[in-house]
């Protein structure tokens, strides 16, 4: 069983910067795919970016240039740069571990965009 936490997320003016953090917990951390999501009021979860084994990284267009994923193995944390965030960018971000058949996701943390 894996237990995904996240935390980071506020309020925060356009054009500002947010760092989200996802803890998780087992032994095989560094084994995964971790991914993020968002999903805004009234939309589906979208893809946002993930980051494999080898640190090889995905983006969806939409934030690519301007969020980063990144991970510390020896902390079992994954973490979401976001910069130059936008009000489009206001949603819940939601942590991801897919280990097939099972996939784990984490409570959410809320990320708004307004001056």
């Known amino acids: 069983q894996v237990h995904l936490v996240e935390s980071g997320g506020g309020l925060v003016q356009p054009r500002g910067s947010l760092r989200l953090s996802c803890a998780a917990s087992?032994?095989?951390?560094?084994?995964?795919?971790m991914t993020w999501y968002r999903q805004a009021p009234g939309n589906e979860r979208e893809f946002v970016a993930s980051i494999t084994m080898g640190n090889n990284t995905y983006y969806a267009d939409s934030v690519k240039g301007r969020f980063s994923i990144s991970r510390d193995d020896d902390k079992n944390t994954v973490f979401l740069q976001m910069n130059s965030l936008e009000p489009e960018d206001t949603a819940v971000y939601y942590c991801n571990l897919f280990d097939p058949p099972d996939n784990f996701w984490g409570q959410g943390t809320q990320v708004i965009v307004s001056s």
């Open positions: 087992g032994s095989f951390f560094k084994l995964y795919r």
